[in-house]
């Protein structure tokens, strides 16, 4: 008698293990879930232990509100016409040479009627529009700080990165001394010193004192993380590079940095994120941006929680898309591996 084939396993008998796997997986999204439930209900008990009462209707209106413009008239005259359409009215002012001014207020705000004498300068009512508040713009002056000192500090610490590979000393040191300098003292005293001394020299706005002086702090820590990315190549690549008659600088930017890229960007994007962050720091030079637009929204609001849970999902806003770009980008890079 022959030997008894065993079954063959199919497609199907496969199936329950791998519904099974996924079953498995829900307890603990379950526990993931109960754990955030647990820490939003203890911040509610923490609230309720100070008696802190919230006024979440206070807020919208730092993000966009009715800005209202006064209008007044020109000259001295009357009220010629007034015509109402909608929420508007449409009133047309005359002065005693015959002159026409035809100004257009909110109905509700209309302080005058048909015949009423004017005199320059004399209220006719106001007109609204919609207005970006101080939060909407404090993020806006983050996003633009961040943006420009993170790609200024990208160029500067690429270079200053290969600087402290060279094999000129002069480079190598002046770009040591640059790195332990930034590195070694706080981001808080550096823009002191930059705004108020070198800013003073040479006659620099608040703006770009702090936009120069976070590009050169990000710049020293970004030239580590290119140092060490560089360094991590094996050698062999270069020596390959340089054996099919590529120069230095060609090996270095067709070959090595490429695969440095790769090995780097998780940190990169770590310290740009710090960076969106370290921004906070510049309100000490009169910068208005997320967080000094935070506290002043406190100060007219007294809601203070709620403003910066506002500001903590701002910045978190601008963070967690920087780092799904990110993480998308190097799974990309690692599959063209």
């Keep these: 008698m022959g030997a008894e084939v065993p079954p063959a396993r199919t497609a199907f008998t496969e199936v329950p293990h791998v519904i099974k796997h996924k079953k498995a997986l829900w307890p603990w999204h379950g526990l993931t879930a109960l754990v955030l ?19 979440w209707n206070r807020v919208p209106q730092y993000f966009a509100y009715k800005a209202e413009e006064t209008q007044r008239a020109a000259n001295f005259g009357s009220v010629e016409e007034i015509v109402v359409s909608g929420d508007n009215a449409r009133v047309t002012l005359k002065d005693d040479s015959g002159d026409t001014q035809v100004i257009e207020v909110a109905k509700d705000s209309l302080q005058l009627a048909r015949g009423d004498d004017v005199a320059e300068g004399d209220a006719i009512g106001v ?12 993020l806006w002056t983050t996003l633009w700080i961040s943006v420009i000192s993170g790609a200024l500090g990208l160029v500067i610490g690429l270079f200053a990165g290969l600087c402290r590979l060279s094999h000129n000393p002069t480079l190598r040191d002046l770009s040591t001394v640059y790195v332990e300098l930034v590195r070694g003292t706080p981001l808080l005293v550096q823009i002191f010193i930059f705004y108020f001394f070198i800013g003073t020299v040479l006659n620099l706005s608040r703006e770009f004192a702090g936009v120069a002086a976070l590009a050169l702090f990000t710049g020293a820590y970004v030239a580590e993380i290119v140092r060490a990315g560089v360094q991590s190549i094996a050698k062999g690549q270069n020596e390959a590079a340089r054996s099919l008659g590529l120069t230095g600088g060609q090996s270095m930017r067709h070959v090595i940095l490429p695969q440095a890229f790769k090995r780097v960007l998780p940190p990169l994007a770590g310290q740009f994120i710090s ?41 978190l806003l601008i963070n967690l898309p920087l780092s799904h770009i990110a993480s998308r980008l190097e799974r990309r890079l690692a599959q063209s591996d």
Excluded at 38 to 50: D, P
Excluded at 127 to 138: E, F, K, Q, V, Y
């Design 275 to 315: 960076l969106v962050k370290d921004t906070s720091l510049v309100s000490v030079i009169a910068i208005t941006e997320l967080t000094k637009s935070g506290r002043e929204a406190i100060t007219t609001s007294f809601s203070t929680f709620e403003i910066w849970f506002c500001v903590a999902g701002l910045y």
């Design 127 to 138: 007109t609204r529009h919609w207005a970006a508040g101080p939060l909407a713009w404090g």
């Design 37 to 55: 439930v647990g820490l939003a209900f203890s911040l509610y008990l923490a609230t309720s232990m100070i008696s802190y009462e919230w006024r």
